[in-house]
């Protein structure tokens, strides 16, 4: 063993990246007491095992007040401390729109003070509700299309009493006479199944359980007959749950709907409730509402020189602000998803520049977004409001000392314009040949919420993609492939005449014909319409919807395109990348691209499932089985912060987390592995970025979780009989049992929650915990393992769990570990595990010291593996490990995404392990190196940006060595791990610095 590099002398530091509450320079915070963070830099590249033994804080009102050494706000004076983030304010108080300046000064190991850093900024935003004085206006509401289901009845039948329904057949039947009905249609919908028959003919019949949001609209005119007919629809109710039927048929303009006088197995039918029940909620048929976007506009006059103008902006909706014509951000969506009911969010701007001597046009552009538009499936919309609104507070400061506000109110004038549709889900009709005219005093409207400053990443365009292949795949139909899946929409440039109208349909895949696959899509029409002004070049993308794709299909050019007539534009939360990883596997690099981009394709305000079909929710099963890796990909702190006050804004009464969040009528009970987000995600940002204040404003509602989960427990700690479960999801031919899942995470949350109750000095809490967790965990082993280790179910999930969350003895654990294995050699060595299993395989197998296995799975290219949707063309992570097969070709439409995070999970895995880079603890004050050799890889590279700085590895091996050189940044310590060709490792403990090894 030779030690390469020397160790130097030490020499000094300087704070760099100076961020308050997780984000850089933010304008308008909304906390009491700000946070502060820096990283550390050496002034020497060459300098070792630096650290920081004190710090220096100044807060001002006045860069030159900063600039002459002091703070009005704040002076901290000289703080004998290692601490470089988590540091609250402790100065004068902040009122609402205060605009301050701060810099930090460090002392080094040797006592030494360092050079101040750049300055930094934030501000205050209006902090008190009654600092807002601009009113919520509006212009139309969006029209929706007439719905023949509107005053029919959910039925059902009369012998079973309310609650779920047993599996079976129910036969409902309805008699009418007609004469020669010009037109008779029935629209209807069942739950699960139906089967239509009119006088004994079937007319149709559906076949996807999961499919009955999707209303049917049926033309029975070609099959009646004069006198009396006989209508007869089957419900097959596929499992004991809900089961319903509602129907309206239309006989020219003669209504009949379903309610108590149809019969239903020979007796009088019972009406269940009105279109709008739960558990249905409102069914309509597929129809959108048209909803043009609204265009506001005030001007003003502006002669006096100005000093400072910030235009703070809302909207319940998505609003795109204008100064003089100009956008004042390219920020996309804003102000993002919440429970608009509890809280909406505002953005900051400062607007100075954009505003000049004279008139000045203030102008804005107003969609429904996620507040009355179309989210989830089967067309349902309007889950907080029917009415987008938009409200805006423009101050000016002038440098005499006056002020002057501009707020929204019936001052404001509104128009329709070229935006003629937007919708999320849908699409975009832009006509260029309109511009907005007719313009008519704003309502004013009122909405009851919190109005809060947004405390996380705005979306933003990250990358633009370029044409891989044009097709015409029949005349005048071009098909565009950008070579990478993603989320976004395209821009075009054309020079087209007057009236062109260009369509472009948005998919994943290509189907068996070479065509675009939108199957997959449900609901989803991801169409977005351009109508050409003419006579000119013309640049336009879409802004108020996006979509997951691939490939496009354009029709209505009048010539092929050209590579730069339409660029793919994708987009994402912006969150800050952090890391990297490269190895001498083409097939891994393929794999960890694959997880970054299904992650940013996610990661839109919110972790959402899928930016494709229509759901795009933030599901709390997919947000805690990723985000781990999400952050060793993206400083994701700012982005969870935001999210999981949603979180907490959702959870019901009784404790119990959601399924997604923002919450959705009906999806409150989010489950075991999903529900369990509310502890695990606010444990990885303590764990990775050291935010204890986080931890503590989420704790309570962690602990009223924990005890939801105790009190629906049977007497001995176990699940109840009856309750919500998705299981581990698409699994392969592996059913783990829900009994055992269940309680796995009940004690892995309870596991955490000892931590963290220690973590935040709660003593008597961190024991009820330990008392508690040693009851479930005995209760796991009494009820679902054998003595000689086998788990329930027998599943490699099952293990996964038992073995993850400690839920064994010593000698059980052992003889699981060796099940585990066993039944991946059983499957030819591949995988089963779903959603649940799948986040920690990788990481049980390395703890059982079996990493020889994980490398085998994490190689595979059969079916199921990371590999095999490599082979077959996959630049996302797919939904489902069958997603496509060459045998069976595509899954399920109902449920087959290719662009869903949470496979690629394997990611932290491969950072932690090929990488070797995790945290000791908390925040990376002490950091583990230990990379493992992969045996098909000759060498690899990682970096990751932690909250304290660049921590990089890389090593290569030949077959006489092993070379491995680790940066580990000041203020910290690593324990590594060097690797050596005979399987063992040489242990060091070292100091910031870059470190050298080499082992033959």
């Known amino acids: 063993m030779s030690l390469i590099a020397p160790i130097l002398a030490a020499g000094s530091l300087i704070a760099v990246d100076l961020r308050c509450n997780a984000l850089t320079d933010p304008l308008a915070i909304q906390s009491a007491q700000p946070q502060f963070s820096w990283k550390l830099k050496a002034v020497d590249p060459q300098s070792k095992n630096l650290s920081q033994s004190a710090y220096h804080i100044l807060v001002a009102s006045d860069p030159a007040i900063l600039k002459s050494g002091k703070g009005d706000l704040w002076d901290s004076g000289k703080v004998i401390s290692s601490s470089q983030f988590g540091i609250k304010y402790q100065g004068k108080a902040l009122l609402s729109r205060a605009q301050c300046w701060w810099k930090v000064q460090v002392w080094d190991q040797a006592g030494k003070a360092t050079d101040w850093s750049s300055v930094a900024y934030f501000g205050t935003g209006l902090k008190d509700q009654s600092d807002w004085q601009a009113q919520w206006i509006y212009g139309k509401t969006p029209e929706a299309p007439f719905n023949p289901l509107a005053d029919a009845k959910w039925i059902g039948s009369s012998k079973i009493s309310v609650g779920d329904t047993p599996q079976g057949t129910y036969h409902f039947r309805r008699e009418f006479e007609t004469n020669e009905a010009k037109s008779a249609t029935i629209t209807l919908t069942a739950d699960n199944l139906f089967i239509l028959k009119l006088n004994g003919k079937k007319l149709h019949q559906t076949t996807d359980p999961e499919n009955w949001r999707s209303v049917q609209e049926i ?18 109710n596929a499992t004991p749950s809900p089961c319903g039927l509602i129907a309206s048929l239309n006989l020219g303009g003669i209504n009949i709907s379903t309610d108590s006088s149809w019969l239903c197995d020979g007796a009088l039918a019972r009406e269940i409730g009105k279109n709008g029940v739960a558990p249905w909620g409102l069914v309509k048929p597929k129809g959108l509402v048209k909803a043009p976007a609204q265009y506001f506009k005030k001007s003003v006059q502006i002669t006096r020189s100005i000093k400072r103008a910030t235009a703070y902006v809302t909207a319940l909706g998505i609003v795109d602000f204008e100064v003089n014509g100009k956008r004042v951000a390219e920020d996309l969506f804003t102000p993002g998803w919440t429970n608009y009911n509890i809280r909406t969010h505002y953005r900051t701007f400062d607007i100075t520049k954009n505003l000049k001597s004279g008139t000045n046009d203030f102008n804005a552009v107003l969609g429904q977004g996620w507040f009355a538009g179309y989210v989830a499936w089967g067309l349902q919309r309007e889950h907080y409001g029917k009415t987008p609104m938009f409200k805006a507070q423009i101050e000016i400061e002038f440098t005499d000392g006056t002020k002057q506000s501009i707020n929204t109110d019936t001052s404001w004038k509104v128009a329709d314009g070229p935006i003629l549709d937007e919708h999320f889900l849908h699409g975009e009709k832009f006509d260029a040949r309109l511009q907005p005219k007719n313009w008519v005093p704003a309502k004013v409207g009122e909405f009851k919420t919190v109005l809060q400053a947004f405390p996380g990443d705005p979306v933003q365009a990250y990358q633009t993609i370029k044409t891989k292949s044009i097709k015409e795949v029949e005349k005048r139909v071009y098909q565009i492939d950008f070579g990478q899946n993603l989320s976004g929409f395209v821009k075009l440039k054309v020079n087209q005449p007057s009236g062109t109208k260009i369509t472009i349909r948005h998919a994943e895949r290509l189907d068996k014909n070479g065509r675009i696959y939108t199957t997959n899509l449900r609901a989803a029409e991801a169409t977005d319409v351009y109508i050409c002004k003419g006579g000119e070049v013309e640049e336009w993308n879409p802004r108020f919807t996006f979509h997951g794709f691939q490939y496009i299909e354009v029709t209505g050019l009048t010539e092929k395109p050209k590579e730069n007539t339409f660029t793919a534009i994708a987009i994402s939360s912006a969150t800050p990348e952090a890391g990297q990883l490269e190895t001498s596997d083409p097939m891994l690099n393929q794999l960890i691209s694959n997880a970054w981009w299904t992650q940013k394709m996610n990661f839109i305000d919110v972790p959402t499932d899928c930016p494709q079909r229509d759901e795009r929710l933030g599901w709390t099963g997919d947000a805690q089985a990723y ?25 019901r009464e009784d404790g119990q987390y959601p399924k997604v969040a923002p919450i959705l009528a009906g999806l409150d009970d989010g489950g075991p592995a999903w529900a369990d987000a509310g502890v695990i995600c606010p444990m990885v940002i303590y764990d990775m970025y050291g935010d204890k204040e986080l931890l503590s404003r989420h704790y309570p509602n962690m602990k009223r979780f924990i005890e939801f989960c105790r009190l629906r427990s049977k007497p001995g700690l176990l699940p109840p009989e009856k309750y919500h479960i998705y299981g581990d999801w698409l699994s392969i031919n592996a059913n783990t049992p829900n009994d055992v899942i269940t309680q796995a995470y009940f004690a892995g949350s309870t596991e955490l929650m000892i931590r963290a109750a220690k973590i935040l000095g709660h003593g008597e809490d961190a024991q009820s915990f330990t008392d508690l967790h040693t009851k479930v965990k005995k209760a796991f082993q009494d009820a679902f393992v054998t003595t000689d280790g086998k788990v329930k179910g027998e599943t490699q999930c099952a293990y996964v769990l038992a073995l993850g969350f400690d839920l064994l003895n010593e000698t059980q654990a052992k003889n699981a570990a060796d099940y585990l294995i066993a039944d991946i050699e059983k499957r030819g060595w591949h995988l089963s595990t779903g959603f649940v299993g799948t986040r920690d395989l990788m990481h049980v197998l390395s703890k059982i010291g079996r990493d020889d296995v994980a490398f085998r799975l994490l190689h595979n290219t059969t079916f199921p593996s990371w590999g095999f949707t490599i082979k ?129």
Do not use: C
């Not at 781990?628 to 959702?650: G, I, N």
């Not at 895995?909 to 995790?918: A, E, L, Q």
């Open 219 to 236: 033309d029975l005119a070609p099959h009646l007959k004069a006198g009396k007919n006989i209508l007869e629809i089957d419900v097959i």
């Open 627 to 651: 985000i781990l890796t999400a952050s060793y990909y993206s400083d994701v702190q700012s982005f969870f912060t935001k999210w999981l006050e949603s979180l907490d804004d959702d959870q």
């Open 872 to 1000: 077959n063309g996959a630049t996302s992570i797919w939904e489902r490990w069958d997603g496509w097969t060459p045998e069976k070709g595509f899954q399920d439409p109902g449920m087959n995404s290719f662009a869903h995070y949470a496979y690629g999970a394997v990611s932290g895995w491969m950072f932690k392990t090929i990488g070797g880079i995790s945290p000791l603890e908390a925040g990376f004050s002490k950091i583990l190196i230990a990379p493992k050799l992969d045996p098909k890889l000759t060498w690899a590279s990682t970096t990751y940006d932690s909250v304290r700085g660049p921590i990089k590895t890389s090593w290569k091996r030949s077959e006489n060595s092993i070379e491995l050189t680790a940066e580990v940044p000041p203020n910290t310590t690593a324990e590594i791990h060097v690797p050596k060709l005979d399987g063992t490792v040489e242990k060091y403990n070292v100091g910031s610095g870059t470190w050298k090894f080499a082992t033959s």
